[in-house]
Every structure is written in structure tokens, then in C-alpha cells.
């Protein structure tokens, strides 16, 4: 531990060194962490890793680690650590995320907040309000992926989509990335790292280990600290700075919004149909739901999609909505015209 610590103080783009004391596994039997010895260790150390850092003209390196009961707050306050989060499994607990919170405060804690498992950004915010309103200070959120039936080829499907809206509805908390979970092992976790950082988020939270081979848990998505030093070396931060546009992107956005105003009319104009064409189903007596049409049109838009150079999943998902909705829309329209 001492030694990877050491690597990492040394490191100017590290701000924090993640500790992993205790470790919630999905099933009984699997490593569990070292609980407050491995915090004990974190003490034994400190003084020595903040002198590298020191040495290295760095800021003062902080220690977090995760708690999942309020006695693991207290703990990690006794050992001087500076910050926590809680896990994913913590977060889909309200009553839970509200005993922590309470632990939480008064202590000056830094807390994070991983997403819970299922792609719910109410349930993450939840979470978050429930730290703000125990008077903690400084909160971010940590996206780590979610457990989905198509996860991409990853452990947790990114579903960037969920953190941007976080980012929308709560435009102030810090959002991290946490590439190791997401990935589940280390090949994809440079690529996911820039995308995180392309998409604006504040940081990132990569697991290390000196011998990943050796881990007793997650060992395919650990990585060296040289191979993490390597990663970071090649990341791009990009500015998130709109006023630094130039001429050429403020037009291409302005055909982004014309297309966009496009897409609505479009869509607008085909549910127009949709309830016309209920009313000629409502005389036929005709279901408003037909199985073999519906098939007809997804594969024929998959195809077009296909020959445009569009994703079918993005194609799939897109037409998947739209139907939903034209078959509420015919559903209502159906009903209306029965009471008449």
C-alpha cells in the first residue's frame, strides 16, 4: 500500500488516493476489505507520502475511503480521512443514505456519491439532497455505470445520457467518472476516461494496484501505477467554456437547432396521422396495436437506418419510443371517440 501511495504523491494530476477499507461484496464469502486496520495503515503513512508530495511542489494529498454504516464514518473521522462516498448498493437505500448523512454531520467531510446501480438520476439525486440537507458542504457524484440487460461489452453500461441529466437538473455538484467499474477490466479505461472528461466531468476515480494480478478483488480492472501515470499523461481536458466558441461552431449549433425544430414539426405531424389513423381502426374494429405492422416498420427502419450509417440499437431505441407514443396516442384518441 505504501508504496503505491508513494507513486501516486508523485503524481501532480492525482488529488486524492481512494482506500478501500471496507468492501460490500454482492454475495457472502469474497474479500471484504481490512475495515479500520486498513485505516490504521492510512495513518501510518500519511506523514510520509505528504512529504513526496511536498517534494514534488504538489497540493496536499487527501485520503478518502467508502462508509456504509454511520460506525464507519466515525472511524474513518478518527484516522483523519477527508473524504468518503458512498457505493452504489448505498445509494438505492434512502433509509440508509439517511443514517450516513446524519453521521456525516458536523465532521467537514468531502462527500461523493455513486449512482445506485439502476439507471434512476431521482434516486442519485435523492442522495446528494440527503448529504446537502445534514449541512454537508461539499458534495460530487460519481458515475460508475449501470447494471442494464445490454451493457455495451462492459461491466456497467456507461449510459452517459443519466450523468448529463444529472448535470442539467443539478448543474452545481461536481461530477467524477469512475472508468474501473464501468469497464470491469483495465483495457477500455483510457477511452472511457476522455469521454468523461469530453463530456465535461471534473475528474475521474481509477482503481491501482501494484500487482493487479495479486488483488484479492477486481483484479481485471486494476491498474498499475505506471500504467495509470501512462493514462493520465494522455488524457485531454477540454474547456467547457462556450464563450470560447468560435464562429465556425456557433453556425453548426444553429443547424443543430433548425434540425432539432425540424425533428419536433416531423414528429409532431406523424402523431397527427397516428390519430387519424385511429379513427379509421375504431371503424374497422380493428386492435390498436398490430404486432406484424410493427415488425414490418422496425426492421424497415433498421435498414434505412443501416444504409445512413446509423447505430441500430440508437435506431431500435428511437422508434421503440415513437411507437410507444403513437400507441398512446391512438389509445387515447380511440377512447375519446367512444364516449362521443
Same mark, same amino acid.
Given at each position: ?16 488516493? +481512494? ?5 460490500? +461484496? ?19 503513512? +500519511? ?8 517534494? /514534488?511542489?504538489?497540493?496536499?494529498? !487527501?485520503?478518502? /475511503? ?29 433509509? *440508509? ?14 462527500? *461523493? ?11 442519485? *439525486? ?14 460530487? !457524484? ?76 477486481? !483484479? ?9 501515470? /501512462? ?11 462556450? *464563450? ?25 405531424? +406523424? ?29 424497415? %427502419? ?25 400507441? %398512446? ?12
Amino acid at each position: 500500500m505504501g508504496s503505491v501511495c508513494m507513486a501516486l504523491a508523485r503524481m501532480p494530476q492525482v488529488k486524492m488516493v +481512494r482506500c478501500g477499507a471496507w468492501k460490500p +461484496r454482492t454475495r457472502p464469502g469474497g474479500f471484504e476489505g481490512f475495515g479500520a486496520e486498513a485505516l490504521a495503515w492510512v495513518e501510518g503513512i +500519511r506523514a510520509e507520502v505528504r512529504a513526496a508530495r511536498r517534494e /514534488c511542489g504538489g497540493e496536499e494529498l !487527501a485520503f478518502c /475511503c467508502e462508509v456504509a454504516r454511520p460506525e464507519h464514518v466515525e472511524q474513518a473521522v478518527r484516522h483523519g480521512i477527508e473524504a468518503v462516498w458512498l457505493g452504489a448498493r448505498t445509494t438505492a437505500n434512502p433509509f *440508509m443514505v439517511q443514517e450516513l448523512a446524519e453521521a456525516m454531520r458536523g465532521t467537514g467531510l468531502t462527500v *461523493m456519491v455513486k449512482n445506485a446501480p439502476n439507471p434512476d438520476v431521482r434516486l442519485w *439525486m435523492g442522495a446528494i439532497e440527503r448529504c446537502r440537507k445534514a449541512g454537508v458542504e461539499r458534495v460530487a !457524484a460519481v458515475h460508475r455505470g449501470f447494471d442494464v440487460y445490454r451493457n455495451e461489452g462492459y461491466r456497467n453500461s456507461p449510459l452517459w445520457e443519466v450523468p448529463i441529466e444529472l448535470r442539467r437538473l443539478m448543474p452545481e455538484v461536481p461530477i467524477l467518472c469512475d472508468p474501473s467499474h464501468i469497464a470491469g477490466r483495465r483495457e477500455p479505461i483510457k477511452a472511457l476516461s476522455q469521454t468523461a472528461l469530453d463530456l465535461g466531468f471534473e475528474g475521474l476515480m481509477i482503481e491501482v494496484h501494484p500487482r493487479p494480478e495479486a488483488a484479492l478483488t477486481d !483484479a481485471g480492472q486494476q491498474l498499475t501505477p505506471d500504467e495509470l501515470a /501512462c493514462v493520465l499523461a494522455d488524457l485531454v481536458v477540454r474547456s467547457t467554456d462556450s *464563450m470560447v466558441a468560435d464562429e465556425e461552431l456557433r453556425l453548426l449549433r444553429e443547424q443543430i437547432d433548425q434540425l432539432d425544430a425540424e425533428v419536433l414539426q416531423m414528429l409532431s405531424a +406523424r402523431f397527427e396521422v397516428a390519430e387519424r389513423i385511429a379513427q379509421v381502426k375504431r371503424e374497422g374494429n380493428l386492435a390498436v396495436f398490430q404486432p406484424k405492422r410493427w415488425d414490418a416498420v422496425l426492421r424497415d %427502419r433498421l435498414e434505412r437506418g443501416k444504409e445512413l450509417g446509423l447505430d441500430a440499437d440508437f435506431v431500435s431505441g428511437i422508434f421503440e419510443r415513437i411507437h410507444a407514443e403513437s400507441v %398512446r396516442v391512438q389509445e387515447r384518441t380511440v377512447g375519446e371517440s367512444g364516449v362521443q
